[in-house]
């Protein structure tokens, strides 16, 4: 149980187009889902926490018009990375919550030239 | 403000031998504490979490961690490495009583390499 799926799992995209990223709890209903970016060799890094029926909170220094959240229904969040540059390419990883305990998507890959 | 310090970024065993990974926690209130796994290019994995009650937890293939609240760790082992363990390791904490519940602090990750 507690399956979160990610779509795409890897995008490369040209500079100043919107690439969407689709996170799916596949077995529970997740009201609370965050996003994270996690760059090289490097932890992960909180960027928001997405509400279903609410706006997101994003953490400070993450841009909330760059980087748009959706939570429109209980299983689907999406994540909008909007006129993207090469600094935003990263690996994206979403979860969803049950409790005290996160679980992941696989993440995505994001290339941005 | 919670915090985690995993002490060591990168362990390498031989295959068989002892894993121990580290992590000391900071929280304000009483944490609960994950391990996760990550391979590359993957999301992360559960291993083993600790909320209430029993103090040593034991996870999936066989790792085992211990809440030790006066030494403020939470200890990763595995009694006998095994080549498919290679992969990253995360400790985290979840500030539980505080109003960021369900928000995960993450330590710096250690790599885990396994020799033949």
């Known amino acids: 149980g507690a399956v979160v799926s990610q779509h795409p799992s890897r995008v490369i995209c040209k500079s100043g187009t919107s690439v969407k990223i689709e996170c799916r709890s596949l077995d529970f209903q997740a009201t609370t889902m965050f996003w994270y970016r996690q760059f090289p060799k490097k932890s992960l890094m909180l960027m928001a926490t997405s509400n279903e029926g609410s706006k997101a909170t994003y953490e400070q220094g993450v841009e909330k018009d760059k980087f748009l959240i959706n939570h429109a229904s209980l299983t689907l969040s999406t994540l909008t990375v909007t006129s993207a540059h090469p600094e935003d390419s990263s690996f994206y990883i979403c979860?969803?919550?049950?409790?005290?305990?996160?679980?992941f998507g696989p993440g995505t890959r994001l290339l941005v030239l | 403000a919670q915090s985690v310090t995993q002490l060591g970024s990168h362990v390498s065993v031989s295959e068989g031998a002892l894993v121990l990974l580290r992590c000391n926690y900071s929280s304000s209130v009483p944490p609960y504490l994950f391990w996760y796994v990550q391979y590359p290019n993957q999301g992360l994995q559960l291993l083993l979490k600790?909320?209430?009650?029993?103090?040593l937890v034991k996870g999936i293939n066989g790792f085992e961690a211990e809440f030790k609240k006066s030494e403020t760790s939470f200890h990763l082992t595995k009694p006998s490495a095994h080549m498919s363990d290679a992969a990253e390791y995360f400790c985290?904490?979840?500030?539980?009583?505080?109003?960021?519940?369900?928000?995960?602090?993450f330590g710096q990750g250690t790599i885990l390499t396994v020799h033949p």
């Open positions: 979860s969803g919550r049950i409790g005290e305990t996160q679980y």
């Open positions: 985290a904490v979840n500030d539980a009583g505080g109003t960021s519940y369900g928000k995960l602090t």
């Open positions: 600790y909320t209430t009650g029993a103090t």
